[in-house]
Structure formats: C-alpha cells, structure tokens
C-alpha cells in the first residue's frame, strides 16, 4: 500500500496512460498491418491480372498454344520478389521459379466462398496469393500471383521494436510529468496543512489562507474555517464557562471562610456559635446547588447524561412541583394556582422534568413581589404537552430575554443573587426540554410579568 497520495495518484495516472497507449497502439499496429497487406493484396491481383493480359495476347500469336502462351507470359513479367503462374484447371501451365501454384489454386478453392470469385487475395503459408480467373478461345484458365510476407513482416516487426522501445520511455515521461502535476496540485494542500498544524487551543481565531486554490481546496479550507468558528466558539463558551464557574464559587467559599475566621478569633456565646453556623450552613447549601448544577451542565456537555425514561402523568408531576414550592409561595405572599386536567401517560426522564418544572416555578415566585399570582398550567393533547409558567412578577425586558437561557446570565446580578440565583437555572430548564425533543419559549413584559412555556411532541 503507498502511503503517499501524491504517489499513488501518479502510479494510477501512468497505469491508465499504459492501458491507452497499449490499447491504442496495439490499435494502431493492426490498422497499419492490415494496410500493408491490402496493398500487397492490390499489387499481387494487378500482377495476376497483367499476367492473363500477357497470356491472351500470346494466345493470339502463337495462334492458340496455351503452353508456349503461358510460358511467354510468365517470361515477359518483370517480377521483383513475387512469382505468378498460369493454369489450366488444376494443370500448371507455366510458373516462375519453383513455385506450387496448383497447390495454392486448391487452396484457394477449398474455401468455398472464394470459389466462384473472379479474383481474390487469401493467405498461403509464408505468403500471400492472389488469383485470376478469366476464358481465352472458350477454355477457362487461372492466373496466380505470390509473395512472401517477408517485406510486410521486416517492417511490421521494425515498427514493433520501436514501439517497445518508445512504451517505457513514454511511461517514464508520464511518470514524471504526472508526479510533477501531482505535487503541483497538492502544493495548495501542503500549505493548508502547514497552517492547520500552526493552529493550536491559543490562536483558534486563526484561519486557513484560501488563496486561489482549485475549487473543490477551497471548498476544505472553508469547510475547516467553520470548524475552526465553532470549536473557537465552543472553546470560548468554555472559558467563560470556566471563568463564571470560578467567580460564583469564590462568593460562598469567601463568606463560609470569613464567617469561620471572625468566629474563630475570639471566645464566642453558644448562641454567637450558632448563628455563624447557620450561616456557613446556608452558604454550604448554595454551593452545593451551584456545584450539582455545574456539575449536571458539564455532564450534558459531555453527552454523559442518560435519559432515565420512565412512564409518568404529567399533571402529577405539576401538582407535586406545586405543592413543594406552595409553602415558599406563602412565604412570599404569592397567589399559586395550578390548572392541569387529567393525562395520558408521557415517556421521559421524571427526575429531569421534575427538575426543569421546579426551576421555572421557583423563578416565578422568586422574580414575583408580594401580592402577585403565578399560575402552572397543564395542556396536554395527542401531539404534546404543554406546560405554561405564568407570573404577575418584574417581567424581562426584550435585551435579557435574548439572553435568559444562557448560563450565569442574570438580568439584575444584585437582585437574583439576593434571591440565591446563579444564573444557571434557565439554562438547565433549556437543556432539559431540549434533551426530551421539546422547547421552552418565553413570552415577557417588564412590570406585567413572563410566561415561559415548554412543549413536548408526544
Ligand atoms: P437565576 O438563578 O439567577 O434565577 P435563571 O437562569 O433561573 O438564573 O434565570 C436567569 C435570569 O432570568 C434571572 O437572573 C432573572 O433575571 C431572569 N428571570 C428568570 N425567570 C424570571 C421570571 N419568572 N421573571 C423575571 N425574570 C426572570
């Protein structure tokens, strides 16, 4: 197997080019021998003709002796290589030189198609003949005509040397040519790949050059410069993912170690104990949240969460998520009310959806000042199911609502980290609905409220 494509192309360009030069001039050759022949053929019958001619002018003369006729005639023929000869049926009349001409008439003759023909030109071994019949004073009598292939063969077999000669010599010349268009096509390709190896996790902003490559080059190095778009996107999306991360863990960390130290530093009541304990317990909870929550983004980034699909009734779900956040709603002061018929059993993850319904209800009631309402409505059909998280809250203006699903994205920092927010709630709402094949849209006025909605096809 050669590794190198540019030297495979090369090896394939010069087996096609030796099949059609082979094929071509194997083509050739039997074009040319058969042109070679066909003359012979045309010189061989005019000599057979001009010995008849010859035959019956003697015929004329000698007043109708057909031996001494013969004779003159073959005598009278100026012949270089070939010989001709008369018959009279299968009776040599005369030949020139010592040459079977009965033999090659018969020859003639048994091929059928031949037989009745006035004049013909066939193969005899080592030759080619040629005969022509014709009547003089009644009687009928054959003139033939040979040579020996041995011309025809000389030449055929010169051309042959040459092309033997010329076939690697060409194939030589094709080699290089085609290696040398091979390494000229692959020039763009090398550079492409010089500059893809400059690229590395710190300069992904880089891109490939495109220049003026072939059009199916360019086609790659724009191919690779989206690739190169999104991992560079999906890599910042990390850092800043990272970065965050870091950034709400210090806050927790920071509180329960300054709450530790100025404990710690003198004699405290058991009461004193106590609050700073409730404190660095209040604290450790949040970042529990905050680490299970990063935790479960980075596991869905990774594709290593698995849906644990279980059948369930949606408006169970609902009125349970309700009745867990009802006393928070009290708390608040928030009217809670949750419509949901009757359901038909739903396949997904309860734990997840769970999850993601809790999320958005706690938002609502969170972002919703004392007095308000926040309705959870159930609408679930043949084609999917509906859930609508309406509140009377602060609403979201058009700018963050852009932006709500992404994480660590808070529309007012102060306000949602008072509430105890990370900005990660929506997005695992986002990542959840979208792992179940539905969609969470968000419908928001600012002062009137939002209602976030999330469909799933059955
Ligand atoms: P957080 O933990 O900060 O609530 P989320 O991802 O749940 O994070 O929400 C992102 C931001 O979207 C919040 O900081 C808040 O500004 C806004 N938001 C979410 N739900 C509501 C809502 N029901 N009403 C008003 N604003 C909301």
Known sequence: MIRSFRLRLTVWYVGCFAALFALLTAGLYGVLSRALTSRLDESLL??????SALFQDEMEETQNDPARSATEAVSNMR??????????????????????AAAAVRQMSAGARLAGARESAYSIPGARAAVYRFNCHGRAYVAVAAEPLDA?????????????????????????????FA???????????????????????????????????????????????????????????????????????????????VTLAKERTAAEYKESLAIILDESRRLSRLVDDLLNLARADAGRVKLQAQEFYWNDLLSECCRSVQSLAVARQIELECRCA?????????????RMTLNLLDNAIRYTPPGGKVLAELEAGAEGVRIRISDT??????????????????????????????GLGLAIVKWIAESHRGAVELASRPGAGSTFTVTFPR
């Open 46 to 51: 005019s000599q057979a003709a001009t010995a």
């Open 79 to 100: 012949l270089r290589a070939g010989k001709v000869a008369v018959l009279d049926g299968a009776r040599v009349l005369a030949a020139s030189g010592p040459f079977d």
């Open 152 to 180: 025809i063969d000389a030449d055929l077999a010169a051309i042959r040397r040459a092309m033997f000669l010329a076939f690697p010599l060409i194939l030589a010349i094709a080699g290089a040519g085609g290696y040398w």
């Open 183 to 261: 390494t000229r096509g692959m020039a763009p390709l090398d550079a492409m790949a010089a500059q893809a190896r400059r690229i590395t996790g710190s300069n992904l902003d880089a891109r490939l050059e495109i220049g003026d490559a072939a059009g199916e080059l360019t086609a790659l190095a724009e191919s690779f410069n989206e690739l190169l778009g999104r991992l560079d996107q999906s890599f910042d999306n990390m850092r800043r993912f990272v970065a965050d991360a870091s950034h709400e863990l210090r806050t927790p960390v920071a509180v329960i170690r300054g709450e530790a130290d």
């Open 342 to 354: 009757a359901d038909t059993p739903f396949s997904g993850d309860e734990e997840l959806l769970r």
């Open 393 to 422: 809250g602060i609403g979201i203006g058009a700018d963050a609502a852009a932006h709500v699903f992404e994480r660590f994205f808070r529309a007012d920092k102060a306000r949602s980290r008072g509430n105890g927010g990370f």
